[in-house]
Structures are given as C-alpha cells and as structure tokens.
C-alpha cells in the first residue's frame, strides 16, 4: 500500500524515525522535489545556503538561485566583481565555472540542473562529479576558474542540500557576494516565478581529486615523502572514518593502499546510517575501538563530515578536538617546520593556543565565527600571513593552503605531526601543557522564543558588555575572578584574570544562545558554564 505524504517534512520525518525500514520513501522526496514550487527564504550563512529537500531546496528554488547568480554575474556590479576576483561577466564566460556535489540524495540530478543553466548563458562549466569542498578550493586556483558552485550542506542531517559559492581565491563566497545573491533570489521567490530546466550540453568533466594532489605537492606545506615513509616503515594504524559521504578514495589516491590504514562507513549511503554524518564525540566510537584494540606504537584516527571540510582526532588514548589539533599545529608548524607568521582563530576557540603564541612571541587574531573571516590572513598578499588559521567548530587550513577548510590537509598534518616528533598526538599534546599551562573548552546553549532571532536578541544580549566591563569581579564557583578583558568580535567574551572566559553570543541560524567556555581545571568546567546561562537568562528578562 503507498503512503501518502502531505510533504517532504511530514516524510522526511518518516524516513528518519526508521532509516533502515522507510528508505524507500526517498522517492516521495525526489517528487516532491521536483513538483514542489512553493518559494523559500534564501539566506547564505557562515557556509552557503542550506535547506531541506522538497521542502526549501527544490528543483524551482534552485534554478531560480542558480538563475540570481547568473543575473548578479550579468550586472558587472563593481563590488561585486571585485570580491570575485574578475573583471566583468565576460571574464567570468571565458575563465568558467566548477560545478560538483557530495554523495548526498539527488546531488547529480541538482548539479545537472545549474550546469545547464550556466551552459545557456554562455559559461564555461566544468563538472566536477562527486567532491569535496577543499578540492573546490584548490582546483578553482590550478584551473584558473572563475568560481565554483559546490552543492552540499557539509555536515547537516541527511534531509539537507546546500549550495556554497567560492570565488575565484578558491575562500568563502564574502557578504558582498553573498548578500546580493540573496538580494536577486529573494525578490525573484517574491515573484513566484517558475523556472524551465536548461539540459546540460557537452560536458566537460574534471577529477579534482587529481588537482588536489598536484596542488598539495606544489605548495610544499606538507612534507609528502615522510607522511608516506612513516606509514610503511614505523609500527602504526590510522583508521579513518569516512561517514559514507565524499571523503572516501581520497586518502587511498594520495598515499596508496597500506595494510595500516583502515577505512570505516565507504559503502553509499544518502541516509548516513540514521546518524547526523559530523566529526562529533559519539560518531568517533568505531574509530576508538580499533585503536584501543590495536598493539601498535603509533595511533592515529580521523572522522571527516561528507564534504571534506571538518574533522576530529582520537589516538586511542583521547579524542583531540581541533580546540586543541589547532594549537599543536601552531606549535609544530612553528617550532619543527620553521614557519613564520601569526595565528588566526575564531573568538570562541580555546586560548591554549594563545598561551603557546605568547611565549613564541606570534601575533594571536581573532575573528567572528565563519571560516570566511580568515581570508584576509591567508592571502599570499597578506601583510600578516597565518601560519594556521582554525575554528572550534572543527575546521583548519595553514600557510601556503587552501583558503577554505580542509579536512584532508588536517589529516595529512597529523601524520607529519606524529611521523616527526614520534609521539602520538595526546602525548606531544601532554607536553604542551605541561610547558604551555592546562585549558579546558567546552560549549552548550540555550534555546530562546523564535521571537527573539535577530536584531531583538543582539538588543537583549548587548547588556552583558555594558555590566561586565574590564575590571568587574564575577564569582565564578565561589571564586572571584576579575574580567581581564573584553572581546566583542563576536557576541561578548569575558576573559578572566585566570585565563579562564566565557563567551555568549546569538546563533545566526537558529532561535538559540551559544555559550563558549574554557576553564583552567575540568572540574572547573561546571561553574563557568553556570555563570554564561546566569547572565543571559538575566540579560533576556530584561
């Protein structure tokens, strides 16, 4: 007997409540999908545009989105080709654009959908296939492309598409490219206008993967040959987990097949097991097995999210968050590989690494949330160049690298990392705070009144700074600590006389308060996380 569904939501959540048994509702999805031409609120965030499938992200949607960059793209707005990196629209015709998509549901049928519109006007297209973002990236520089259209949510549940745009840097489409793809989009759903699919013509296909290898080999960052000796001559295992998205082959074309290197979750799955397919703590128990279980000297485990852009550590002993792989990496670039520079990361990232720059005597920027904010460190023409560039959240490139974040680069770093100082990473991690001090990271939230997202909330959170100005003394469990300083990049950061903060500052995408906290000891984690949640509750009863 067919069910009947009144939507994709109402099926979506069908299929997730048993991935196993509803998995061949999908092809309600892909219908509706294709019918659905209610119009959507476009919004680019921190990493494109994301919605569900047959809900936001249909067929109509997306031609109409594809259709806005085509019309920003024909405008020859100044500011806007300026971000881009090119002259005018004819530019972008001749020096084309790259379009790929994850192994998510209908990810083909949708890049079909926007190759064919930019092949009517007159665009050079490149197909790209099934890839990940930091292929993008590297491949927009070694083909000399235009820009590239990247259909993917990154990490998102299974019932998301995306679509993230880059520029001709190969970085995160910026808010002047952005805000007018919106702009066009949005007075375009107003219209309630019903776009015509274009059907591909010749296609040009490209193996990005292949560009990526050429390109991690030219630029030199990563020493190659020790990555590769270390895996054949020293007793290790490195099992990475691959989350059935797009991750998957890469690591075997760049290094070759090894024994020592074990491969979870390849097999196709557009449902991800059930899970939401991210590098979080409880995705990483398979990995941690096999390392636990293993007798070799050196342990290595990764997760990656499917588009390649995020991912988390564990060497049998730990799991490393980036909180922490971000402030060894400063340490190692720095210290055994001789790179000069500064260090960029964004606000809410642990200060275990400022404790390392300090007594290296290495500039520490912080930046707003969004891995589009390191762009202006990691420009060759920048004046303060980073040595590595990282996010809380995950997410990491380094000189000489991509300007997008790159889960692949992240693993290639550990294994350098491990292969040159003969520790694995919880160990070399140990000696650091040894030398460098303890910090203790963590985050969590509230959620709040969807009536509050937006200006309201900013209004409501903006009294934190105006109480707690520097000098201001909070107990903090029973302690008192002074505000040492005050950050507002980003939502407020108080900064303690101890080295321990919070941080508060309103989610863009959802009706929430996210809380960033580090304390000095573990068990000191409980109070400053009290002490975030007391302040907003009172500055939201305001």
């Known amino acids: 007997m067919t069910r009947e569904f009144e939507n994709a939501a109402s099926c979506w959540k069908a299929i997730i409540s048993d991935t196993y048994k509803n998995r061949g509702l999908l092809s309600h999805i892909e219908k509706f999908a294709r019918e659905n031409t209610s119009p959507a609120k476009i919004m680019f965030g921190t990493s494109g545009w994301r919605g569900e499938i047959g809900t936001d992200f249909t067929f109509n949607n997306l031609r109409i989105v594809t259709s806005a960059i085509i019309k920003m793209f024909k405008s020859n707005d100044r500011t806007v080709m300026q971000a881009m990196g090119v002259s005018d629209f004819d530019e972008i015709k001749r020096r084309g654009v790259i379009v790929g998509h994850d192994n998510r549901f209908l990810g083909q049928d949708f890049a079909a959908e926007v190759i064919g519109l930019l092949q009517k006007e007159g665009i050079m297209t490149w197909n790209a296939g099934e890839a990940i973002t930091p292929e993008f990236s590297a491949g927009i520089e070694m083909l000399n492309a235009a820009c590239s259209i990247n259909l993917t949510p990154s990490h ?134 096999i390392l636990k279980e293993s007798k070799s000297r050196f342990k290595l485990g990764a997760i990656m999210d499917p588009d390649g852009d995020r991912i988390r550590y564990a060497d049998g002993n730990m799991q490393i968050p980036m909180n922490y792989f971000g402030a060894l990496s400063l340490h190692f670039l720095h210290v055994y590989k001789g790179i000069q520079g500064a260090v960029a990361k964004s606000v809410g990232t642990s200060n275990f690494v400022n404790a390392i720059a300090e007594k290296l005597g290495i500039p520490v920027n912080e930046t707003k949330v969004g891995f589009k904010n390191f762009r202006h460190y990691m420009l060759k023409t920048s004046a303060e160049r980073a040595i590595v560039v990282f996010e809380e959240s995950d997410g ?128 000191g984690k409980k109070a400053v996380f009290e002490t975030a949640e007391k302040m907003t509750r009172e500055a939201l009863e305001r």
């Open 156 to 289: 998102n549940p299974a019932n998301y598409a995306g679509f993230k745009f880059n520029p001709s840097d190969g970085g995160p489409a910026g808010s002047e490219i952005t805000t007018k793809i919106e702009e066009i989009a949005n007075r375009m759903m107003t219209e309630s206008i019903l776009l015509k699919p274009a059907m591909p013509g010749n296609i040009q296909n490209v193996d990005l993967t292949s560009l990526y290898i050429k390109y991690i080999t030219d630029r030199k960052t990563l020493d190659m040959g020790k990555i590769k000796d270390f895996i054949n001559k020293e007793d290790c295992i490195i099992c990475i987990d691959n989350v059935h998205g797009a991750t998957r082959g890469r690591i075997q074309r760049i290094l070759g097949e090894s024994s020592k290197i074990k491969y979870l979750r390849t097999e196709d799955d557009f449902l991800f097991g059930g899970i939401a397919p991210e590098p979080s703590s409880k995705n990483m128990e398979g990995i941690e097995k």
């Open 396 to 523: 990491i490139s380094a000189y000489n690298h991509t300007l997008e974040k790159d889960a692949i680069f992240g693993l290639l770093l550990a294994m350098e990392m491990v292969a040159v100082t003969g520790k694995n990473l919880s160990e070399y991690l140990k000696d650091l705070m040894d030398e460098f001090g303890y910090y203790y990271p963590d985050r969590s939230g509230i959620a709040v009144d969807r009536s509050f997202i937006g200006e309201p909330l900013l209004r409501k959170l903006a009294v934190i700074k105006e109480k707690y100005k520097k000098g201001t003394i909070i107990n903090i469990g029973g302690s008192d600590r002074t505000v040492k300083d005050v950050i507002t990049v980003d939502g407020t950061k108080l900064v303690f006389d101890d080295g321990s903060w919070l941080m508060i500052r309103p989610s863009g995408t959802e009706p929430k308060v996210r809380f960033y906290i580090e304390s000095r000891t573990e068990q």
